[in-house]
């Protein structure tokens, strides 16, 4: 998944406008609050404005919101990466969570993201009734420009994984991609359901 991480144009656009809004205090400020129309679809409805746990719920929910808490909590990005199921169903998914401040407020009390899905069939709400969540990676940025900058490269190593028929030699790119990110990449806890 870190691969597809590295590949991804929309990750490289958040981390680089979470820096570029980045007030003197630290604070990454933002005044938009929506969903975008794929995870509304994913979703099963729009969550505009609703709390994670209302939206989402059950362990969807959990997940999510433990991820969103501990974004603004550690006031940097996070990337995620999980597999869902829902019954025999499986879907893997990364997710790039920032911090932001909503106009007015003193410290980050806000979240933008952006996800990626591999191809499945059921909506996220199920994984909410009666799905499963193993977040497999995540990674505290403590290094965003730093990031930014290995980002652009390692697309390229991305780029020619792709092209490479043997499975080992396409380990081999993912180490090298995994190297490009250096110290800027630091390895959280990943989420764990209490109720398991």
């Not at 998944?1 to 604070?27: E, I, K, N, Q, T």
């Not at 609703?50 to 919101?65: F, P």
């Not at 290995?150 to 991305?158: F, K, N």
């Not at 990110?181 to 359901?193: K, M, N, S």
Request: net charge neutral; aromatic share 10%; with cysteine.
């Amino acid at each position: 998944m870190l691969r597809h991480f590295f590949a991804a144009p929309d990750f490289l656009a958040l981390l680089r406008f979470w820096d570029s809004v980045r007030a003197p205090s630290g604070a990454a400020v933002w005044d938009g609050r929506y969903i975008g129309s794929e995870c509304t679809d994913r979703f099963g409805a729009d969550l505009t404005g609703l709390s994670v746990l209302e939206g989402l719920g059950g362990v969807y929910g959990r997940y999510i919101g433990a991820l969103g808490d501990e974004v603004i909590e550690r006031r940097a990005p996070i990337f995620s990466a999980s597999v869902l199921q829902v019954g025999d169903e499986l879907t893997v998914t990364g997710r790039l969570f920032a911090p932001f401040a909503l106009p007015q407020a003193a410290a980050p009390n806000a979240v933008m993201s952006v996800q990626l899905f591999s191809r499945s069939a059921f909506k996220l709400d199920a994984v909410g009734r009666s799905g499963f969540v193993n977040e497999s990676q995540r990674l505290l940025i403590v290094d965003v420009p730093g990031i930014c900058a290995r980002l652009d490269a390692a697309r390229r190593y991305h780029y020619l994984a792709r092209f490479v028929p043997a499975r080992a030699k396409a380990s081999e790119w993912d180490d090298i991609a995994r190297d490009l990110a250096g110290g800027a990449l630091v390895a959280l806890t990943p989420f764990r359901d209490e109720r398991d």
